[in-house]
């Protein structure tokens, strides 16, 4: 019955994530916005598991964990690169290219 | 035989090793015990031979003849190729025990005078006794294999004791070249053993012998011929001659123990251990008596015009060695032999001597803080008034060298003549042969005799000063001469010839090794007649260079060393041996070096193994790191474009 309303949900959180991972240059906000995008897809798979069984909502406890776990390295990442370099902004995040 | 001493034969090699590593660890341990060392150094020597000469004994009383091989443990089991460490008691490892162990004795003995005040006394020993093991392993072995061990491993020592006072550059040198040369033979003996293997299926001695006829009958003169190569390097012959005289860096006694009387007779035992195959090929033999003949006259023509006493005795061994090839190419096996152990008496005698000569030369030099050459005969001259004891038993062994019966020397050398001159009945070459042994025989009187004019005779060179410190050696290297100068006037009897009413003693009891040889040889029998006329020509031949000598050569226009005019003309040629050291070098060190350092180091190695090889690999990685760095734009856009893109790519993969 919000299986609609709860898509929908889902789809602009996900459009707001790519929107910001596209435009955005800061690396904290890039970052929340990456797991706005697995939020949303948490949310498709909790509405979906009211119609096709209960294998969707142990999916969604996966994708937390591992989100979990991207949050840990990837902050500290963002920690270690602005100690170096005193800036998050990707634009000038580009030392590989030498 | 119950109480017979021939299994104790493991005892004969163990001893030395043993003494070995008593001392090595009392090198370490407390390197200031020089009576400790002293005991045990000489002590397993003198153990050994004693166990030797029981279990010789043992074997002889036993009938002797067939050999007798014990077994100990399987050493390499590669399926068809099965090698047991095994020692084998037959007469010519008898004979070669005794000369080892015996004069090896001695020499340790001589060694604890000659070398106390030495800060690596110790260390002496422990080499010293290695050797005598390894030595033992060489003549004991019953397999090629296990002779191999004792032949690498003289060789180890032998490099060990030459560089023993390796501070010196030029000891080290000569270590280094001794190892080098002794490779390239060593090399030949290995290609000779592959041959064997592959075409006989077995490496022990007795199996190889007896298939050898029907068996390697095709491959025998390239077996000969490499094994031969292997003698050349270990007993110095043309052309690997070349680092002998250069061993003589080393202590005295090492050069008469190592470098005269035992490790470069082990080519001459191997030729006597493989006469079947020898014999087999007569290629083969006349090339190793060819090679001994010539060796034996030119290294007589070098040692004419030196000056140095040690290097005068060096050729002069390398000389005498070729007389062992003559003999033992000839196909006679026992006269080879003979003149082996004779000649082990009369040079450990020779070198023992100028050991003491130089022992006192040294102090003499060294009490009056002269830093003249010790070495140098133009330094010496009338040093009989101060050694009386050395000069007379130089004298004995010089006489005996120079083949003045009855001495040892003059039965040996005269036995392998007249077999030479027997074998030239059949094949005329030998002739030749026999007259080049004949006028190096002239050449060694002559030289040896000049070594004892200038060192013992005529007026006094060392100085006013310096003379007054020189005094004869102590009992303890006095009394080995002693014993060897009985050895080299007497040694003859061991084989005294049928023709002078002897039994020929050695000759029959090597006849079991060396009849499945002979019988392959033509039979060369001279009349009683004609072996009276050669006897009668080696006689006056060694007394034609003594009076020579004695004639030609003028005592009182010598000069000191440091005061001598340089050579010129043929003196000068044969002075600085031939210029043979110069050829080599130019012919085959220096394309060596060349090709190791321009080609093999700077070509292959900097150029293709680093350059191509190492370098190049990081040269790819850093390119293709750098196209993936390009990459990093910092726009995050063009980072989900190639996302996007790789996961359509892997999804396609996937989904295929």
Known sequence: MFLTPALAISAVLFAIGVAGVLVRRNAIVIFMCVELMLNAVNLTFVALAQQLGVAGQVFVFFVMAVAAAEAAVGLAIIIAIYRHRETVDLRDINILKG | ????????????????????????????????????????????????????????????????????????????????????????????????????????????????????????????????????????????????PVMFVGWEGVGLCSYLLIGFWFGEKANADAGKKAFVVNRIGDFGFLIAMFLI??????????????????????????VCLFLFLGCTGKSAQIPLYTWLPDAMAGPTPVSALIHAATMVTAGVYLVARCNVLFAMSPVASSVVAGVGALTALFAATIALQQWDIKKVLAYSTVSQLGYMFLGVGTGAYAAGIFHLATHAF???????????????MHHAYH??????????????????????????????????????????????????????????????????????????????????????????????????????????????????????????????????????????RLERWLAPVTSAGAALLPAGEVSPGTEWTLLGVAVLIAAAGIVGAFRLLDLNALVPARSAPAETGFARVLARKWYVDEIYDAAIVRPVVWLSRRVLWQGVDQGAVDGAGVNGLARAARALGWLGSRLQTGEVGFYVVLFVAGVVVVLRAALR
């Open chain 2, 197 to 222: 293997y592959q075409n006989v299926g077995s490496l022990d001695f007795n199996a190889v012998f007896a298939a050898a006829p029907a068996a390697l009958a095709g491959v025998v003169t390239a």
């Open chain 2, 346 to 360: 009369f040079k450990a005698l020779l070198f023992l001597g100028s050991g003491s000569v130089i022992h006192a």
């Open chain 2, 1 to 144: 035989m119950t109480a017979s001493a021939v299994p104790l034969i493991w005892l004969v090699p163990a001893l030395p090793l043993a003494g070995f590593v008593v001392n090595g660890a009392l090198l370490f341990a407390a390197p200031g015990a020089k009576r400790a060392v002293s005991a045990i150094g000489v002590g397993v020597l003198l153990l050994a031979f004693a166990v030797a000469l029981a279990a010789v004994l043992g074997y002889a009383g036993a009938g002797g003849g067939a050999p007798e091989v014990f077994t100990y443990w399987s050493w390499m089991a590669v399926d068809k190729l099965q090698v047991a460490f095994a020692l084998q008691v037959d007469p010519l490892s008898c004979v070669m025990i005794l000369v080892v162990t015996g004069v090896g004795a001695l020499i340790h003995v001589f060694s604890v005078g000659y070398m106390y005040e030495d800060p690596g006394y110790a260390r002496y020993f422990a080499y010293l006794n290695l050797f005598v093991f390894f030595m033992l392993i060489l003549v004991l072995g019953a397999s090629f």
């Open chain 2, 367 to 504: 009490a009056t803080h002269s830093h003249e050459d010790a070495q140098d005969m133009r330094n010496m001259g009338g040093l009989k008034r101060w050694l009386p004891v050395t000069t007379v038993l130089m004298w004995v062994a010089t006489l005996a060298i120079a083949g003045v019966p009855p001495l040892s020397g003059f039965f040996s050398k005269d036995e392998i003549l007249g077999a030479a001159f027997a074998r030239g009945q059949a094949q005329g070459i030998w002739y030749l042969y026999w007259a080049m042994g004949l006028a190096a025989a002239l050449l060694t009187a002559f030289y040896m005799t000049r070594l004892m004019l200038y060192t013992f005779h005529g007026p006094n060179r060392t100085g006013e000063k310096e003379s007054g410190h020189l005094r004869e050696a102590p009992w303890m290297m006095t009394g080995p001469l002693v014993v060897l100068g009985v050895l080299a006037a007497v040694g003859g009897a061991l084989n005294v010839p049928a023709i002078v009413g002897g039994g020929a």
